[in-house]
């Protein structure tokens, strides 16, 4: 086997798993890789989210059902604030509410926790390199939807598309601005920079198709996604 030159660089992995052991079995394995390096571990949604801001990993390897916030809503997080972390879903779980939910999320990779360590190994190469890794019984269902002529928000109940694409982290900014917060305030509320705001709400333009923040609240008013009434906030 080929050892990694000194100067290329590494992968840097974040794994995130609310089981000690598992995250344990799976760095050992993954760290006999020259051209991985574990930057940390997460134990439960919110720290995976935290973590992903301060180490900035190449990719985040994720488990679905997790303490304080799910998989689902984590990997939601991260491809809004950090969208140049990739994120592989590592789960036992392949029922289609999870697949098709953290594809909608933004993940790049869905494997399972059967998956031989060579497979995963191939995966987290993959999605590092920006492109999909899907397990084969994973897959197979993404081809059957859409074969069947629906779309992938189409598959979700409650998804994203009944918000004209936006996620739930910009959808609850447009609630904020519309309760007349400045970016500094709504970036206090939700421990975020004034400029991680600001690129928010420039998404929310685009998507929605308007200029300004008054706009995009009217907008989003009336089609009944927020209030301007802080009382019913």
């Known amino acids: 086997m080929s050892l990694i030159?000194?100067?290329?660089k590494r992968i840097r992995i974040l794994l995130a798993d609310d089981h000690a052991v598992v995250r344990s079995g799976t760095r050992e394995l993954l760290e006999r890789q020259p051209d991985f390096q574990i930057a940390g571990e997460a134990a439960d949604g919110e720290e995976v989210v935290r973590l992903t801001h301060e180490l900035q990993p190449d990719v985040v390897v994720m488990d679905v059902r997790m303490p304080k916030m799910s998989g689902v809503e984590a990997t939601r997080r991260i491809k809004a604030e950090c969208p140049g972390v990739n994120v592989l879903v590592l789960t036992a779980h392949d029922d289609d509410e999870y697949v098709f939910a953290l594809l909608q999320a933004g993940a790049n990779g869905y494997l399972l926790k059967t998956a031989e360590i060579d497979e995963l190994v191939r995966a987290i190469r993959t999605v590092?390199?920006?492109?999909?890794?899907l397990a084969p019984t994973v897959a197979?269902?993404?081809?059957?939807?859409f074969t069947s002529g629906k779309s992938l928000p189409d598959m979700l109940s409650g998804g994203q598309d009944q918000y004209d694409g936006l996620t739930e982290r910009e959808l609850g900014i447009l609630q904020l601005v519309g309760e007349g917060l400045s970016n500094k305030q709504i970036g206090k509320n939700l421990f975020i920079s004034d400029r991680t705001v600001q690129a928010h709400l420039s998404?929310?333009?685009?998507?929605?198709?308007?200029?300004?923040?008054?706009?995009?609240?009217m907008y989003a008013v009336r089609k009944g996604w927020i209030t301007t009434d802080k009382g019913n906030g």
Do not use: H, M, P, Y
């Not at 030159?5 to 290329?8: F, G, L, R, Y």
């Open 5 to 8: 030159s000194n100067n290329a």
């Open 128 to 133: 590092a390199a920006g492109q999909s890794a």
């Open 140 to 145: 197979g269902k993404v081809v059957a939807q």
């Open 203 to 217: 998404n929310i333009f685009s998507k929605l198709g308007v200029s300004s923040r008054t706009e995009a609240v």
